[in-house]
């Protein structure tokens, strides 16, 4: 089986590898084919690891000793539990569709064996991040990941906005990796390993175990080392105040925004805090952080969802305020439920931002929905497929959204622990603004009066000029977009097929694992739970089955706040399209709020950015050119210069000088020996 | 026995005297041919080194010893340990690049340039090797001859100043250093290193030997608040000069700290070791914060050095054998890294005549595949992992978060740090439009240009995926060392 654990991992960064290096001499063709076909090993490969891990054979075992020293043994390895099997499968299947996908969309671009070769190195390393049996890989697929997605939110370099995105999300990240890297060393410093099977099997001898970290203040091990781990996942998995940077990676390519920035790597951060689950379980303040920063990031960015006119900021934003929702269930213990949420958004937040790139080809890379409207009649699959994502995302029965969300808030009712009461409040009323904003979009992008019949060259092109601006080398006359006379058009096979094929798991993967996921063995041993936290337990007590879990949800409070987030957004965006303009007026300092984003960026690249600079330009000039070099290094050139001039005087030359000074020198000694 | 140690020193001295022969510029072509056989040769006598090391025993191998001034009990004593044999290979290979890189690009005085780089080569190799006080120091100042030759003739517009300042700051740094030699003779009477590892030493004398050995090795590495002649002297040096300063001399610093001032001084190294940490800490930190505002790519890379170079006084200090370990992957690391890095400064000098990063931007549309190197490296100075540069920093990280969390705290700052300055450096010189006609007319790298930078980039990516032979080699060492600075001299 190792074999083929390698093989699942080494066949994409193979692809990547040969098209990297000889991309341009293969030529499109064979560039995608073999990126396609390596994805696809992967793909297959997974699922069939995914049934054997199903029956029941669990692989924990090394592939090489990364590094030595003595005892200390840091390997390269593989876990294959029912955890990592699950992620496989949802990153490879997503991988597959979106590489199928971007044979369509990037069509046009120079770039395009490029970004192949970006997107199956990508899946390697995610594959090594989920598939690691120990924190070292899992920090090196989490770095990895973070430079492929560094590379693809820049794939456009020329673009100002691009650069200025990929920078700021790798630093966002780095901010985050920074408190992983002190976890890591915390579980080693204490644990004497990396590997995750000695350290879990260790951890509870260390519930009891404190440090101090200021003053006397004796700190529970456990919840300082869970709380930095838990900083990355916050990098990571896009949690405020670290979430700045998932907005503006929209400025890469939508195929990515789908694969890494909605449905993969952004829920690294779940996975790893589930993997930490023997971890996170003995300290009750973690978890109760944990809980509060999802809470807070469900709601809070759901907000700003509503304010976005760039078809992909929405979606972006929706996938923050998911993330939370996941980030929340981990913080309640809910794991299974988080990585059940994980999946099923996997699959329909792939399937919407996918949409929405089919949007955009057909637009002819206009984001601003403002411009759009009434595109159903012309994309009939995009808009099918969209309504399936929209109505998942919403958590309507029957669709898959439905479940996993209903689980969540269900778990958070259900816990004990400190925040939930804020937690609960924070996913219910994230229930209504999330299906407001996802139909808010689909009936501003699909319904309505087409808004594009009008000249492209309105006022609105100045203020979000950079969203249509476009790729590299797309043809001049793709600018002018469509009007009346040149009517969008729906995408090509590429492009919804991968739809279709992700719509379907958007609908059926609900109702198939609620059951064996949140209630059966499903995760073995791979998620851990103190029967203190077990909040799914007792959910498993109320548990009928699927059409009992569906009645009982249609009886309650999220599915009539969905409903009416619904209702309101056909009434605001269909009905009385006044409206909307007359509220933001209304709302006046709120509206400016959610419009500058709660000012994180303002402050960051005033506080952060600014700040560095200062302090790095202060201690060049005033530490390394004024202090050292001006004062020390060159005083002291200075001094003896000096010295020497002085000195200079007393070789003067003249010998009634050199008389005196020894006559001088003759009474003074003389009276020094008298005198003593 | 061949002398392989022997060998490493002499066959490229020897060369690069051959070199000088053919100083004529009519000769040059002939020169560069001669330097490169020399500097292959001198990369070949120390593969042996590695093949035929035996990783199990901290003892000395290689060895060497014949008299020398017998007065004076001085011997010609070579010999090397799984620490030092890493940095006579990484040296030959560097010598070998440097003298590839400067093939066409230097054209006045080639067989003096040439030449100047072999004989420092072996005098490198020399002071890695020696295990006698006085062989020791010869080397160790010897070498700085044709450094200052190298920055005061082949450099920039301001070489002279950049030459005397490196020069003398070095100079007087060790002057102290010579005291302390002839001390420990008196002491001992002997010179040989071993001797004085076993001395007893009271802690006031163990302190003021530890001033001397400081002054001398902390200024070489260099450490905050000596460090500024680095930068004055990476940006005058010509790229060649940059690359052995930056990847071997510096660690001539720290490696002198491992064979003097932890086993001699050990009671003074931990009654010590906070204010060494405290400096590193500064480094890493400080240095980090001025790289970010440098408008120069050589200066930035030089302060990124100097950070750097804190990570391996603090991992030495920490008195594990992950720290020192950590520190001597980063010194091997960082020889790769930053030899790269000023190797890429040098590909876009030898096209702009810039150095300045405003006068550069989009250069990867015009240089796609030097833009993927450029990737690649600055990646690895940012340390990010399956790069060389990982594995040195977060081993030390790893250890300084055992010592004392905030230690850690302090040191994974870099990870933050080191990313923003050489990522906004890569942001504004590689990404984005082209920037100015000069950029548009930029070609790529030259088919010499890339297998220098693909030897390094193998180099780089091979350490990083797979470390541990080169731990390996140093692990028994590392605990030798360890165990004499756990043991009391007192």
Avoid at chain 1, 452 to 466: N, R, V
Wanted: charged share 10%.
């Amino acid at each position: 089986m190792k074999t083929l654990y390698l093989v699942i991992a080494l066949a994409p960064l193979f692809a990547s590898v040969v098209v990297g290096l000889y991309g341009p001499k293969l030529g499109r063709t064979v560039s995608h084919w073999l990126c396609i076909l390596g994805v696809a090993v992967s793909m297959v490969a997974s699922v069939f690891v995914w049934r054997d891990v199903q029956a029941g054979n669990v692989f924990n075992g090394d592939v090489y000793t990364w590094l030595a020293s003595g005892d200390l043994r840091f390997a390269v390895g593989f876990l294959i539990d029912p955890l990592t099997a699950t992620m496989m499968v949802v990153v490879t299947f997503v991988s597959l569709m979106v590489h199928i996908y971007t044979i369509g969309y990037m069509a046009e671009d120079p770039g395009y064996t490029r970004f192949f070769s970006y997107i199956s190195l990508f899946t390697f390393s995610m594959l090594m991040l989920v598939m690691s049996n120990n924190f070292v890989q899992l920090f090196f697929g989490w770095e990895a990941v973070g430079l492929v997605s560094y590379l693809l939110i820049g794939f456009w370099y020329e673009r100002p906005t691009a650069i200025y995105a990929n920078l700021k999300a790798f630093l966002a990240n780095r901010v985050g990796d920074f408190g992983f890297v002190l976890g890591i060393g915390l579980v080693l410093a204490y644990f004497g390993s990396l590997d995750y099977a000695t350290v879990f099997a260790k951890a509870p001898e260390f519930a009891n175990t404190t440090v101090t970290i200021w003053g006397d203040q004796a700190w529970s091990l456990m919840t300082v080392a869970c709380i930095c781990l838990f900083v990355g996942a916050m990098g990571k998995s896009a949690q405020v105040p670290l979430h700045v940077w998932l907005p503006d990676s929209m400025e890469g390519p939508t195929p990515i925004s789908a694969l890494i920035h909605a449905a993969t790597m952004v829920t690294a951060g779940i996975f790893m805090v589930a993997r930490m689950s023997p971890l996170f379980e003995l300290s009750e303040t973690a978890l109760s952080v944990v809980t509060v920063i999802g809470a807070t990031t469900a709601l809070f960015m759901a907000f700003l969802g509503i304010v976005q006119n760039d078809i992909k900021r929405v979606v972006a934003y929706s996938t923050l305020s998911q993330l939370g929702y996941m980030t929340v269930a981990l913080g309640v213990s809910a794991y299974s439920a988080a990585i059940f949420h994980l999946m099923t958004h996997a699959f329909f937040k792939a399937l919407l931002f996918l949409g929405a790139g089919s949007v955009i080809i057909a637009m002819h890379h206009e984001q601003d929905l403002r411009k759009m409207g009434g595109l159903r009649k012309y994309m009939p699959i995009t808009w099918a497929t969209a309504v399936v994502g929209s109505l998942a995302l919403a958590g309507i029965p029957p669709f898959a959204g439905f479940f996993s969300k209903d689980a969540i808030i269900e778990a958070v009712h259900l816990s004990k622990i400190p925040g939930h009461g804020y937690a609960y409040f924070a996913v219910m009323a994230g229930v209504f603004i999330t299906a407001f904003y996802s139909f808010r979009m689909l009936f501003l992008a699909f319904h309505g009066k087409p808004r594009w019949t009008e000249s492209a060259h309105d006022a609105g092109e100045a203020e979000h000029g950079h969203d249509a601006s476009h790729g590299v080398g797309h043809e001049p006359d793709a600018h002018h977009g469509v009007d009346a006379d040149h009517p969008p058009k729906e995408s090509p096979w590429v492009v919804t097929v991968p739809l279709v094929l992700l719509a379907i798991p958007s609908v059926y993967t609900g109702w198939t694992y609620i059951e064996p996921m949140l209630f059966g063995g499903y995760f073995g041993d791979s998620l851990v739970v103190r029967p203190e936290h077990a909040v799914l337990w007792e959910l498993k007590n109320e548990w009928h089955g699927v059409a009992a879990f569906v009645q009982h949800g249609v009886m309650s409070l999220p599915f009539w706040l969905a409903l009416a987030g619904i209702a309101a957004a056909w009434y605001c965006y269909l009905v009385n399209p006044a409206l909307p303009e007359r509220l933001k007026r209304l709302a006046g300092p709120v509206y400016t709020l959610l419009d500058n984003k709660y000012y994180f960026d303002r402050f960051n690249d005033w506080f952060f950015a600014g700040g560095s600079r200062k302090v790095g330009g202060a201690l060049f000039e005033v530490g390394d050119r004024g202090v050292i070099d001006g004062f020390f290094v060159n005083g002291t050139a200075k001094v003896v210069g000096l010295a020497a001039a002085l000195l200079r005087h007393i070789q003067s030359g003249y010998v009634y000088h050199y008389a005196f000074t020894m006559i001088v020198g003759v009474f003074a000694l003389l009276t020094w020996w008298v005198g003593r | 026995m061949i002398p392989y140690l022997s060998l490493s020193i002499w066959v490229p001295i020897l060369a690069g005297l051959a070199v000088l022969v053919l100083h004529r510029d009519s000769d040059a072509h002939r020169a560069r041919w001669v330097a490169l056989a020399g500097a292959l040769a001198g990369f070949l006598v120390t593969l042996p080194l590695f093949t035929h090391f035996d990783t199990t025993t901290s003892a000395l191998q290689f060895v060497e010893r014949g008299e020398w001034i017998p007065r004076f009990d001085v011997w010609y004593f070579l010999g090397v340990d799984g620490i030092s044999v890493l940095f006579v290979i990484l040296n030959s290979l560097m010598t070998l690049l440097v003298v590839w890189a400067g093939w066409e690009v230097i054209q006045s005085r080639v067989a003096q340039y040439m030449a100047a780089f072999l004989i420092m080569s072996g005098l490198i190799n020399g002071a890695f090797a020696a295990m006698d006080g006085v062989l020791f120091y010869v080397f160790f100042e010897a070498m700085l001859i044709p450094m200052y030759l190298i920055i005061g003739i082949w450099g920039g517009p301001r070489r002279e100043y950049a030459a005397i300042k490196f020069f003398l700051y070095t100079l007087a740094g060790s002057v102290l250093m010579l005291v302390a030699l002839v001390y420990l003779y008196n002491v001992t009477e002997s010179f040989a290193l071993q001797d004085w590892y076993r001395v007893p030493l009271s802690l006031p004398v163990q302190i003021a030997l530890f001033a001397a050995f400081f002054l001398a090795f902390s200024v070489k590495v260099p450490m905050w608040p000596v460090h500024t002649w680095l930068p004055d002297a990476h940006v005058e040096a010509p790229t060649g000069g940059s690359v052995i300063l930056a990847a071997i001399t510096l660690k001539i610093g720290a490696y002198g700290f491992i064979r003097f001032i932890l086993p001699i001084l050990p009671d003074a190294s931990r009654y010590l070791s906070g204010f060494v940490i405290v400096l590193s800490l500064v480094a890493v930190i400080y240095i980090g914060f001025v790289a970010l505002v440098q408008a120069d790519m050589k200066k930035l890379i030089a302060y990124s050095s100097i950070s750097h170079m804190g990570f391996v006084t603090l991992g030495f200090f920490l008195f594990s054998p992950l720290g020192v370990e950590g520190a001597l992957a980063q010194m091997i690391s960082h020889g790769f890294v930053s030899a790269a890095m000023f190797l890429c400064v040098g590909v876009l000098y030898d096209r702009m005549h810039s150095r300045q990063i405003a006068d550069f931007g989009g250069v990867a549309n015009t240089m796609p595949k030097f833009a993927a190197f450029v990737m690649l490296f600055s990646m690895a100075n940012a340390g990010l992992p399956a790069t060389s540069g990982f594995v040195g920093e977060f081993l030390v990280i790893l250890a300084a978060v055992k010592a004392n969390p905030w230690l850690g705290f302090a040191a994974a700052l870099t990870l933050i740090l080191g990313a923003a300055y050489t990522l906004w450096m890569v942001k504004r010189v590689v990404f984005g439009a082209v920037a100015n006609p000069h950029v548009a007319a930029l070609a790529d790298v030259s088919r010499r240009e890339f297998w220098l930078l693909a030897v390094v980039a193998v180099a780089v990516l091979a350490m990083g995926i797979w470390p541990k032979p080169f731990v390996d080699v140093m692990h028994v060492s590392v605990i030798d060392l360890l165990a004499h600075v756990a043991k009391s001299k007192l």
